[in-house]
Nanobody
Framework: VQLQASGGGLVQAGGSLRLSCAAS????????VAWFRQAPGKERQFVAA????????NVVDSLAGRFTISRDNFTSTTYLQMNSLKPEDTAVYYC?????????????????WGQGTQVTVSS
């Protein structure tokens, strides 16, 4: 099972990006998919999560209103739409998936990780 994140890049403050996370392999046991981010010298931070088969989303309060997580179940692709980007959003963004009981905010409960995609927001 693999996750492949893409869509990062350099954008000016106020701009938008949409990250994609494509899944391949046997994903039937996964229950949760999420996005995390990690800036240099900082801990990995939860961004957003949702059920693997879709449904209610959970976005960290500080990013709600600017970031949206969604899924296309047909293509097994998870998206992170990021609007009104700020320089402090600069980080490597990772997608992750987990089985069983997953705690959204706890990266240790996720079993599979993508390689990360760099997002850089210039001021």
């Amino acid at each position: 099972v693999q996750l492949q994140a893409s869509g990062g890049g350099l954008v000016q403050a106020g701009g938008s990006l949409r990250l994609s996370c494509a899944a391949s392999g046997r994903t039937s046991r996964w229950t949760r998919v999420a996005w995390f981010r990690q800036a240099p010298g900082k801990e990995r931070q939860f961004v957003a999560a949702m059920r693997w088969d879709g449904g209610i989303t959970n976005v960290v309060d500080s990013l709600a209103g600017r970031f949206t997580i969604s899924r296309d179940n047909f293509t097994s692709t998870t998206y992170l739409q990021m609007n009104s980007l700020k320089p402090e959003d600069t980080a490597v963004y990772y997608c992750a998936a987990g089985t069983g009981r997953v705690r959204d905010y706890d990266y240790r409960t996720y079993h599979s990780w993508g390689q990360g995609t760099q997002v850089t927001v210039s001021s």
